[in-house]
T-cell receptor, first 111, second 113 residues
Framework: DAKTTQPPSMDCAEGRAANLPCNHS???????VYWYRQIHSQGPQYIIH???NNETNEMASLIITEDRKSSTLILPHATLRDTAVYYC????????????FGQGTTLQVKP | NAGVTQTPKFQVLKTGQSMTLQCAQD?????MSWYRQDPGMGLRLIHY???????DQGEVPNGYNVSRSTTEDFPLRLLSAAPSQTSVYFC????????????FGPGTRLTVL
């Protein structure tokens, strides 16, 4: 599975959009991009995933560049409860159970 | 549905003691796995199972045993605890479809003295 690179930390003002980048320049054609988050040492929580097309659900949007070498997770209206560590993971669809977590991005949402 | 449950929430052991961390899920998921998370680090896969009677090793399996006698339960055994096993342990489950997402339990915080 491809390695991903994320900034270690980011700040965002409450109510504003939080844009979390992820680089996965070695991703292969059958690897998906998954996002999970971990709030204050709780178990990780699935957010969204995608292959090629942009995706949106009730939690977030995922924008994947056309060359698939990078992506951005967008939380449209960040709240204090979105303060968490966000993990971007690239993996083959057959390995979705074998998540490889990097350091992630610590998002601090500030009032 | 209770989802994925783990017991105990906290545990303190002495070096050399044994114990079993319990994990159960009520979603009829075939896939279950155990991760550990050391302070300031991401999660690392210990063992996983794709169904009852089938288990395999993950990234950091040494010092841990697992078995899967039912679909619902996936216990993790520490036969002889060591201080290096001080960590937070998370259990997860999912279906087997290619893009099924993982559901995680609340974790067990283990300290080995």
């Amino acid at each position: 599975d491809a390695k991903t690179t994320q900034p270690p930390s980011m700040d965002c003002a409450e109510g504003r959009a939080a844009n979390l980048p992820c680089n996965h320049s070695t991703i292969s054609g059958n690897e998906y991009v998954y996002w999970y988050r971990q709030i204050h040492s709780q178990g990780p929580q699935y957010i969204i995933h995608g292959l090629k097309n942009n995706e949106t659900n009730e939690m977030a949007s995922l924008i994947i560049t056309e060359d698939r070498k990078s992506s951005t997770l967008i939380l449209p209206h960040a709240t204090l409860r979105d303060t968490a560590v966000y993990y971007c993971i690239a993996l083959n669809s057959g390995n979705t159970g074998k998540l490889i977590f990097g350091q992630g991005t610590t998002l601090q949402v500030k009032p | 549905n209770a989802g994925v449950t783990q017991t105990p929430k906290f545990q303190v052991l002495k070096t050399g003691q044994s114990m079993t961390l319990q994990c159960a899920q009520d979603m009829n998921h075939e896939y279950m796995s155990w991760y550990r998370q050391d302070p300031g680090m991401g999660l690392r896969l210990i063992h996983y199972s794709v169904g009852a009677g089938i288990t395999d090793q993950g990234e950091v399996p040494n010092g841990y045993n697992v078995s899967r006698s039912t679909t619902e339960d996936f216990p993790l055994r520490l036969l002889s605890a060591a201080p290096s096993q001080t960590s937070v342990y998370f259990c997860a489950s999912s279906g087997l479809a290619g893009t099924d997402t993982q559901y995680f339990g609340p974790g067990t915080r283990l300290t080995v003295l």
